[in-house]
């Protein structure tokens, strides 16, 4: 569940930090502008971690989406919010940590007007753990191939997050 005292960091329009707000109160029909991340695991196999949002999440209850996602804390750096998102969502410890799409910046509206309004630089790491997903956070995990997704998203891209949707293309683009 959301901790009532964590704090997101709000941007200004260039992505320049303007100040923070609780997290439990920032997503709302008028979220304004906040830094986030993105981050796709892999295993050593090279397959693609995806998860199914818990039932119980706020935003996008039980889609589809990448690994995970998370917001650093004021102060706190990329890395360390990713290492700790990736434990406390998943149970893993992450390595190989790569910046991918490093401008990636998305607004979506889910089902209930609920708006995600991020800058939301995308990362990719591997992982060696298994996976023991938070049920507060996480419904369902599968390991897949990359193009399966591909053609997944492809298929049924209501089943999937926005921002999901979204990376694919431009991480397709950023590789051609």
Avoid at 110 to 117: C, K, Q, R, T
Avoid at 153 to 170: G, H, R
């Amino acid at each position: 569940m959301t901790d009532p005292d964590e704090l997101v960091v709000l941007l200004d329009d260039d992505g320049t930090p303007i100040g923070t707000a609780p997290k439990a109160t920032v997503h709302t029909e008028e979220t304004p502008l906040h830094l986030a991340f993105s981050c796709h695991l892999r295993d050593p196999e090279g397959r693609l971690l995806v998860t199914r949002r818990a039932l119980s999440k706020r935003t996008w209850p039980g889609v589809w989406t990448n690994s995970f996602c998370g917001h650093p804390a004021p102060g706190e750096d990329m890395e360390g919010a990713i290492a700790r998102r990736a434990n406390d969502e998943l149970g893993v410890t992450v390595t190989d940590l790569r910046l991918v799409l490093p401008g990636f910046r998305y607004r979506a509206v889910d089902a209930s007007g609920i708006v995600e309004n991020e800058i939301c630089p995308v990362y990719e790491a591997v992982t060696l753990d298994p996976v023991q997903p938070d049920p507060d956070e996480v419904a369902e995990h599968r390991w897949i191939d990359g193009g399966d997704l591909e053609v997944a998203v492809s298929m049924a891209p209501w089943a999937f997050s926005p921002w999901l949707n979204l990376q694919l293309v431009e991480l397709a683009s950023a590789r051609a």
